[in-house]
Structures are given as structure tokens and as C-alpha cells.
């Protein structure tokens, strides 16, 4: 079995993989890094485990729903990896349908990944309009980038969060830092001078609860995530 690297955004998102691996021999263990929601540093993060010795890799974790259809804790297998500069990144798919059989909930379709987070549902309707993509994220184009430049197959597997009808409130767009954990205190003082935001950022607490619950599931998978067929 070739080794697997693993890129997320949140801490949170990598514990959900931590959770499920954690039984396996250090030589089937795949690799995780964590890119604190950035585009460029899960491009550099893919790049180190490649570097490791990874031979493909996953971008894994929660997404901003474009699709009205789907709503919070659905699981989305990108076919492909969109960029707002017209960039474009075919996932592996013989990958793709051996993960879509053991995971029979999930919906394919295109993903748009972006440097900046989609805030707003005005913002979301038109990436979905412009490029006809479910869900959006800030990895998945630098892993994406990664895997082409290296040969290695990648697939992408992400769970709706925040519903295209849903904005992101200003508060919470400050509550991550560069290695993916948590700034509470960031939020609360954001939220001080923003008090009408606290509905929507339970809205968003709840919904991200959601999503990580599914995450938590599809990553219980384990090596049903790892097994692909002849390439």
C-alpha cells in the first residue's frame, strides 16, 4: 500500500483522522498536515509530505456549501478542483469511485477552492453560477496543485458546513490562526463590536458541529479511504 497524505484545514479536521488511525502500524499510518485555511500552505504542506514519502494525497474537511440542494453534513467527492483563475484539477477516478462505494451518501460533483473564504450568499450564488461547483474551500487547489506537479493521485473529500444560503458572520472569518487551531478569544472580541453577529455564529457553531460529526464518521473508514484500485 502506497503512503497516504492527508491535507486539512482545522485541527479539528485532522483529530477526526488522528481518531481513526491511531490503531495502525507506524508503516500503514498515512501523513497529516494541517494548513490553518490557506491555499498556499497546504500547496507547501503537500509538497512536505510528497517529500515524506506520500505517493497521494487527500484534501479532507469541511466546505462552504454553493449548491442549494445540500445542506449542513453532507459529503461531497469533488470530480474536479476549480480555481476562480480558471486553473482546473481532475481528481483520480478509479480513487474517487472505490471511496464512493464505501461511502454510498456522497454526492460528486466540482469544488472551487479559493484563497479567501466565501462570505456571503451572494458570493457563494455566483461561484455557483460561474462554476457550476457544489461546495467551495481554501485547500483543495494546493493540494490539487501538488499532486499534478508530483504525478501522484489525489481525491478530495469534504463535508458542508455553512449552507449556500448562509453567510459567514465577520466574527468567526478571525477564529482560526496559521496551524489550524481555535481563537476564542479572537472571536469573543470581534463579537463585542459586532453583537448582532452572535446568531449567526451559534448558527455556524452548530452547522460546523454537524459537519464535523460526518467527518468523524467518514474518517472511521480508515483504510476504506486508502484502498484504490490499479491505477
Excluded at 481563537?183 to 463579537?191: G, T, W
Aim: aromatic fraction near 6%.
Amino acid at each position: 500500500m502506497t503512503g497516504t497524505g492527508f491535507v486539512t484545514g482545522f485541527l479539528a479536521e485532522q483529530r477526526c483522522l488522528e481518531a481513526a488511525f491511531n490503531q495502525q502500524s507506524h508503516a500503514d499510518a498515512p501523513r497529516f498536515y494541517c494548513a490553518g485555511a490557506s491555499l498556499e500552505r497546504a500547496y507547501a504542506g503537500a509538497r512536505g509530505l510528497i517529500a515524506d514519502g506520500a505517493e497521494a494525497l487527500v484534501s479532507f474537511g469541511i466546505a462552504g456549501g454553493l449548491a442549494t440542494s445540500l445542506g449542513p453534513g453532507d459529503t461531497i467527492l469533488a470530480t474536479t478542483v476549480v480555481t476562480a483563475d480558471g486553473d482546473r484539477w481532475t481528481t483520480t477516478a478509479s480513487w474517487r469511485h472505490a471511496v464512493a462505494a464505501v461511502v454510498p451518501d456522497a454526492t460528486a460533483g466540482d469544488l472551487v477552492s479559493m484563497a479567501a473564504p466565501a462570505a456571503t450568499p451572494t458570493e457563494k450564488s455566483r461561484l455557483n453560477r460561474d462554476h457550476q461547483a457544489l461546495a467551495v474551500d481554501m485547500e483543495s487547489a494546493g493540494v490539487a496543485r501538488a499532486a499534478a506537479e508530483a504525478g501522484c493521485p489525489f481525491i478530495v473529500i469534504r463535508v458542508v458546513a455553512d449552507p449556500a444560503t448562509r453567510g459567514l458572520p465577520a466574527a468567526a472569518l478571525d477564529g482560526i490562526d496559521a496551524e489550524g487551531r481555535q481563537r476564542p478569544f479572537r472571536v469573543v472580541r470581534k463579537l463585542v463590536m459586532r453583537p448582532w453577529e452572535l446568531a449567526g455564529l451559534i448558527r455556524l457553531s452548530k452547522d460546523s458541529r454537524t459537519a464535523l460529526n460526518q467527518l468523524r464518521r467518514v474518517a472511521a473508514l480508515g483504510h476504506g479511504l486508502l484502498v484504490r484500485p490499479p491505477l
